[in-house]
């Protein structure tokens, strides 16, 4: 299933992409456009980008101009250098969400993201371990949720190694990890409708690895 991602979105993310690339300036897209590219269907209410630190300022301006809004730079740059975050209203697209680099697993997302490309489209979300571990270290729903679900989703494919790293330099551990899968484990027991041994072979699998 394609993900239901506006062309308009597509055009803006391309757009910034390239500009910024041949400054030499790395954006990574997170969610709702990493996940909805990496299989979860939901509605894309919030365009979040990771900004480099080298380059936040001309990031910053990038993305609001590519979208109209060029004019919240002065107040929107001071919001991202107090708080490390802004969030812009577009008026008309979903919400833009714009961080800066910040800790180590940032770093590690800026440092080494997977180029997104379909036909004329091209731009930068995370690998998908990182992106897991980025949402579960936000705290809050739905991204928690987000995170267990796409863990669960490509378990079979997930880099144990790679997760393991991101979770070692993010303030994630693996108890908390674990306690999160045990808690999806209950939820998925608790509907007696769901007889399929696979969901809870899947998620036992996890459950161990990550202990």
């Known amino acids: ?119 004329a489209f091209e731009f930068y979300i995370p690998q998908l371990e990182y992106l897991i571990v980025k949402l579960l270290s936000l705290r809050l729903y739905p991204y928690i949720t987000y995170g267990i679900t796409l863990l669960f989703s490509w378990a079979d494919v997930i880099n144990m190694d790679l997760l393991s790293k991101a979770l070692e330099i993010s303030e994630i551990s693996r108890k908390e990890l674990a306690r999160e899968i045990d808690l999806t484990l209950r939820h998925v027991e608790a509907f007696s409708v769901i007889k399929e041994e696979n969901i809870r072979g899947k998620l036992e699998t996890l459950l161990q690895s990550v202990n």
């Open 1 to 119: 299933m394609k993900p239901y991602i506006p062309l308009t979105i597509f055009n803006n993310l391309t757009l910034i992409s390239r500009r910024l690339i041949g400054d030499r300036c790395m954006v990574v897209f997170l969610n709702d456009v990493a996940t909805s590219l990496y299989g979860l269907v939901n509605p894309l209410t919030e365009i979040r980008a990771l900004a480099s630190s080298a380059c936040l300022d001309n990031a910053l301006y990038m993305l609001l101009e590519s979208f109209n809004i060029q004019e919240e730079y002065s107040k929107a740059r001071q919001q991202l250098v107090g708080n490390g975050i802004v969030a812009v209203s577009t008026r008309t697209m979903p919400l833009l969400v714009i961080e800066a680099e910040k800790n180590n697993l940032d770093h590690e997302i800026v440092g080494s993201p997977v180029k997104y490309v379909d036909e």
